[in-house]
C-alpha cells in the first residue's frame, strides 16, 4: 500500500480553473503594465503557469523574462512589489479571495533544453553502434 503519496495528489478541476483565470489575468496586466512595478518592463515577463493551493488562498506564479534574462532578479522584485500586482489583478478578478501571489522562477524551459541535448546525444550514439554491428 503506497499512502505516502497523498501530499502529490493531482490538482483539482477548480485550482486549474481558478489557476488558468490567474495566469491569463496576470499575462495580461503585464503586458498592459497594469501593475506599475518600478525598474521592471513587465511586457517582457511571461507567465508560464500558475499553480493553486487546494484552499485557493496563494498561487505559486512560474514566470520567465524575455530570453531568460535575469529571471532571479526579477522574481526578486516581482515578490518585493506582489502588493502591486495583487492590487492591479485585483481589479480584474472577480472571485471570492485573490489569492497571495509567490513568484517563482520557472525552470522548465532549462530542463526541457537539457532533456533535448541528451535525447540528441543518446540518438547519435545508437547511429554509432548500429555502424559497427
Same mark, same amino acid.
Given at each position: 500500500?503506497?499512502? $505516502?503519496?497523498?501530499? @502529490?495528489?493531482? &490538482?483539482?478541476?477548480? @485550482?486549474?480553473?481558478?489557476?488558468?483565470?490567474?495566469? @491569463? $489575468? +496576470?499575462?495580461?496586466?503585464?503586458?498592459?503594465?497594469? /501593475?506599475?512595478?518600478?525598474?521592471?518592463?513587465?511586457?517582457?515577463?511571461?507567465?508560464?503557469?500558475?499553480?493553486?493551493?487546494?484552499? +485557493?488562498?496563494?498561487?505559486?506564479?512560474?514566470?520567465?523574462?524575455?530570453?531568460?534574462?535575469?529571471?532571479?532578479?526579477?522574481?526578486?522584485? +516581482?515578490?518585493? $512589489?506582489?502588493?502591486?500586482?495583487?492590487? /492591479? +489583478?485585483?481589479?480584474?478578478?472577480?472571485?471570492? &479571495?485573490?489569492?497571495?501571489?509567490? &513568484?517563482?522562477?520557472?525552470?522548465?524551459?532549462?530542463? /526541457?533544453?537539457?532533456?533535448?541535448?541528451?535525447?540528441?546525444? $543518446?540518438?547519435?550514439?545508437?547511429?554509432?553502434?548500429?555502424? &559497427?554491428?
Amino acid at each position: 500500500m503506497m499512502r $505516502n503519496q497523498t501530499s @502529490q495528489r493531482p &490538482f483539482s478541476q477548480r @485550482q486549474l480553473r481558478v489557476g488558468e483565470l490567474v495566469k @491569463q $489575468n +496576470l499575462g495580461e496586466l503585464f503586458i498592459r503594465n497594469e /501593475a506599475k512595478i518600478p525598474s521592471v518592463n513587465s511586457k517582457l515577463i511571461t507567465v508560464t503557469e500558475v499553480r493553486m493551493t487546494p484552499d +485557493l488562498k496563494t498561487a505559486r506564479v512560474y514566470v520567465i523574462p524575455l530570453g531568460g534574462i535575469d529571471t532571479k532578479e526579477i522574481v526578486r522584485i +516581482l515578490t518585493e $512589489n506582489s502588493h502591486l500586482v495583487r492590487r /492591479a +489583478l485585483s481589479k480584474r478578478l472577480d472571485i471570492k &479571495f485573490l489569492p497571495k501571489l509567490t &513568484f517563482v522562477e520557472d525552470n522548465s524551459f532549462e530542463y /526541457a533544453e537539457k532533456i533535448e541535448k541528451i535525447i540528441k546525444k $543518446n540518438r547519435e550514439h545508437d547511429k554509432e553502434k548500429k555502424r &559497427f554491428n
